[in-house]
């Protein structure tokens, strides 16, 4: 006998353990496929931002002891792109890598409660076993890569800091600080974090390209989300942009201090233009990565609905063709073809994005933030010196 399709809140894919091997989930969570709760995030927040800020602080405040006046031009205090990135950007990430299992788990979970995404259980099995098994080797592999990688960013750091940051905080004289090594390691592991969140995300959209491939995507018409019962998709690829989003913000204030506070040489602008381009391309990619494999697949249902009808609506017409020499056509016929072209109608109407337009809309708007913020900026500033110009006597 076959598998009877899944339904309910407890089946499919909830059981996937996308943690295996993954240090960060470790720290945060603990259990195996445990949820992140309130006390969970707050503790994973205040470790990630006292272990780089938080040790910054400490060691400013005790180098401003022995600092001599006049040789800081961007002291720690006053340097915006690095509270930003430690006390803002970093944590942020941070928090999405460790939540991003349960928020997997939920936008799965809610659409197989609806029925929109049945799978029998031999094939929930085998997905649940291979996926476990794929995550638990890429979390290992991840992390080695986005540590080398972290590093290999922390020294082209180090050497374009050594040439552009005379009187910067991290070296005032040119030789590192205490303060500029804690600096340069917390570096590293932004950027290593930063690796594990894009390649677990790129993850967990061929994930879901298993699942729609080897599931059965029946969309509601009238679901209340407007998508078919697919929204949390949508908002599951959303989460990824605002923090790519807070990233951008990042990328924005460190070309600003760049530009206003250090020396900079060619290499300090070819690693801004580097994070600009890199924020250009990875920005749509991780929001269209998990809603690419159920745009097929909600293509594939509606064609196969539409199809459906089409084929009905051309038997019922090629029956009333052969009664019209036989006598006038009855109300009855009449009816069931309006009814069928309706249906037709409706089933034209299905979304083929897990999105509605208001997802779409918060999309754009936090893709083009960084960039509007850095545009503002940029017109604000010439504005003032403008008006310091006309003003000044």
Request: some cysteine.
């Amino acid at each position: 006998m076959a598998d009877a399709p899944s339904t309910g809140a407890g089946v499919a894919l909830v059981h996937i353990d996308t943690t295996r091997r993954s240090p960060l989930h470790r720290m945060a969570l603990g259990a195996v496929g445990a949820d992140p709760g309130p006390r969970s995030i707050a503790r994973t927040y205040i470790v990630a931002a006292g272990l780089t800020y938080g040790l910054m602080c400490v060691a400013a405040a005790l180098e401003s002891a022995f600092a001599s006046p006049g040789v800081l031009k961007l002291s720690f205090w006053r340097d915006a792109n690095t509270l930003f990135m430690f006390l803002v950007a970093f944590p942020t990430i941070v928090l999405l890598v460790v939540t991003d299992d349960a928020a997997l788990r939920v936008a799965l979970r809610r659409v197989q409660r609806d029925g929109v995404l049945r799978m029998t259980a031999s094939q929930e099995s085998a997905i649940e076993e291979r996926w476990s098994a794929i995550f638990a080797r890429l979390n290992g592999i991840t992390l080695a890569v986005g540590l080398l990688l972290g590093a290999a960013i922390m020294i082209a750091n180090y050497l374009v800091f050594r040439e552009a940051a005379v009187g910067f905080w991290i070296a005032p004289r040119g030789t590192l600080r205490p303060g500029g090594y804690l600096f340069l390691m917390s570096v590293c592991a932004f950027f290593a974090v930063v690796t594990i969140y894009i390649v677990r995300t790129v993850a967990m959209s061929f994930l879901l390209g298993t699942v729609v491939r080897f599931g059965d995507i029946r969309m509601l018409p009238f679901h209340p989300d407007k998508c078919g019962g697919l929204r949390p998709v949508g908002r599951l690829a959303l989460r990824n942009q605002y923090g790519l989003s807070v990233m951008g913000i990042n990328v924005v204030l460190f070309a600003l201090t760049s530009m206003l506070y250090l020396a900079a040489p060619p290499a300090l602008y070819g690693l801004v233009g580097l994070a600009v381009v890199s924020y250009a391309i990875v920005g749509p990619v991780l929001f269209l990565g998990p809603l690419l494999p159920f745009r097929a697949g909600m293509i594939r249902t509606k064609s196969e609905l539409m199809s459906e009808v089409a084929h009905r609506l051309r038997i019922e017409l090629s029956r009333v063709r052969a009664q019209l020499a036989a006598g006038p056509i009855t109300r009855d016929d009449e009816e069931l073809i309006d009814r069928l072209r309706k249906i037709g109608a409706v089933i034209d109407e299905l979304p083929v994005w897990p999105f509605d337009a208001g997802i779409l809309r918060r999309f754009l708007t936090a893709y083009v933030i960084p960039a509007a913020g850095a545009v503002l900026y940029t017109l604000g500033s010439m504005g003032f010196e403008t008006a310091l110009k006309h003003f000044r006597p």
